[in-house]
């Protein structure tokens, strides 16, 4: 119970600062919501996290902006496999949650979802479930069962079935990411380029281009798997 506790704590925290900040909000938008509330969380969560990394005793990697590159490329393609896994989802039916989310998202000021899903929310995420959440079951357990619960439970967090499986998706990656860099920014970058690259295909003809026919899609995700493939097997040689 103890470790469960330990797990899970800073989504309760994090839960309940939403649902004051939905108290005094009530006339502002769900992403308006979540951005605010990310926003005062993430001194929190980083007081936590510093807390927890003074108890280990490994010597930390020292992360490299320089090495961005990497980072960058795996947030953009694993978007597009992303949003594909997701289409090939919603080919017969979306949920009304998702829907729902995607109006919340797409349908604030375009300053607000950079803001928020670019920037602010992915930082409290990741501090919450890859420094706190994956780097603590992995104080308990191996890399894969660590990645796999952590991930699981970035999904189920997401609140609807689409989201879900993208989220699971992605946090499987993204605790890869943390695992070879030792270094929560890492996962950070990957993350917010990510909905970065997600947000630009909404707003600009790359989506559209991108997504326009079937053949299309599936050439574009097949590249972008193979490239994803390519670039973890780079990172791993060269960082572990």
């Known amino acids: 119970m103890n470790k469960l506790l330990q797990f899970i704590y800073p989504v309760i925290i994090y839960t309940l600062i939403m649902s004051l ?12 919501i979540t951005l605010v509330s990310a926003a005062v ?5 980083y007081y936590f ?15 490299k902006f320089k090495n961005v590159t990497y980072l960058v490329l795996l947030g953009i393609t694993a978007c597009i ?3 594909s896994v997701i289409d090939l989802i919603t080919i017969s039916h979306m949920s009304e949650g998702y829907a729902e989310v995607q109006d ?4 604030s000021l375009l300053w607000i979802q950079i803001l928020g899903v670019g920037f602010i929310i992915p930082i409290v995420e990741e501090l919450i479930f890859r420094a706190l959440g ?15 619960i952590s991930s699981l439970y970035f999904g189920v967090y997401h609140f609807n079935f689409e989201q879900g499986v993208y989220a699971f998706l992605l946090g499987f990656l993204m605790s890869y990411i943390y695992e070879v860099y030792d270094n929560f920014m890492a996962s950070v970058i990957f993350h917010c380029i990510a909905n970065l690259f997600s947000i630009m295909m909404t707003v600009t003809i790359l989506g559209d281009i991108i997504y326009m026919s079937m053949p299309m899609e599936i050439g574009f995700s097949v590249v972008s798997f193979i490239l994803i493939i390519v ?3 780079t990172i791993s040689i060269k960082y572990n």
């Open 21 to 32: 900040c939905s108290i005094f909000m009530m006339n502002s938008g769900a992403l308006e």
């Open 41 to 45: 969380s993430i001194p929190i969560m």
């Open 49 to 63: 996290f510093r807390r927890d990394e003074r108890k280990r005793v490994h010597e930390k990697k020292k992360f």
């Open 81 to 83: 496999v992303g949003n």
């Open 104 to 107: 919340d998202i797409y349908g």
């Open 134 to 148: 994956f780097r603590k079951l992995r104080d308990w357990m191996g890399f894969i069962p660590a990645a796999i």
């Open 231 to 233: 670039i973890l097997r």
